[in-house]
């Protein structure tokens, strides 16, 4: 079966760095996406990765390994509007979307 | 562009009431989908359209119709409403960016099934 693992939550401090984790078993991969979701809205796009290494974004990174079945998404000088869900999702062989259950980051002060 | 619009915002139902979940996106994007979201699990995929006229089933389509007669409508029908169907509902539509196909998501439709 196909199978995308993340934390189910995680906490960190305003102004640090946080690196979520995800990894997965599909049958194929075309690519990795990255969504924030925060409370209550939908789902928004962060990044897309499609080849192996890092791909930086303002405050926000995601490394991929396609021979680990591993990404992840660094998120650096953490505000308090980071505090959100984090969703991976992977595109199989079939072009459709497998996606994990989220991560939900909390960021005290 | 007012982006993806989905209504009712929430909805109340009693089982075995149909009803029909509202989508419309004008940024003329081909493909359109509808997923639905539970505590715990990834968006799963209900149905999906690559097109005017051209609909398919995702993974979880048991219990739920769509149509697609124009590029902006795309129409999520519940047939028979089960508690097994309470959920948020979200509606995408797709676009083409550095060679990846990105979700836009409407603000999503909250169902209670009594």
């Known amino acids: 079966g196909q199978n995308i693992d993340q934390p189910t939550e995680m906490t960190a401090t305003e102004g640090a760095i946080v690196q ?42 995601s ?14 000088e953490l505000q308090m509007k980071d505090s959100a869900s984090y969703l991976c999702a992977v595109r199989d062989s079939n072009y459709q979307l497998i996606w994990g259950a989220g991560t939900k980051l909390i960021i005290k002060p | 562009n007012a982006g993806v619009t989905q209504t009712p915002k929430f909805q109340v139902l009693k089982t075995g009431q149909s ?36 609909t398919d089933q995702g993974e979880v389509p048991n219990g739920y119709n769509v149509s697609r007669s124009t590029t902006e409508d795309f129409p999520l029908r519940l047939l028979s409403a089960a508690p097994s169907q309470t959920s948020v509902y979200f509606c995408a539509s797709s676009y083409r960016v550095s060679g990846a196909n990105v979700l836009t998501f409407g603000a999503g439709s909250r169902l209670t099934v009594l």
């Open chain 1, 20 to 61: 979520i984790n995800c990894t997965y078993q599909t049958s194929g991969f075309n690519g990795l996406f990255w969504y924030q979701q925060h409370a209550g809205e939908a789902p928004t796009f962060l990044s897309y990765n499609v080849l192996d290494g890092l791909e930086e974004k303002g405050r926000f990174s």
């Open chain 1, 63 to 76: 490394f991929l390994s396609r021979s680990k079945g591993y990404s992840y998404l660094l998120l650096k």
């Open chain 2, 19 to 54: 009803m029909t979940l509202q989508c419309a996106q004008d940024m003329n994007h081909e493909y359109m989908s509808w997923y639905r979201q539970d505590p715990g699990m990834g968006l799963r995929l209900i149905h999906y359209s690559v097109g005017a006229g051209i």
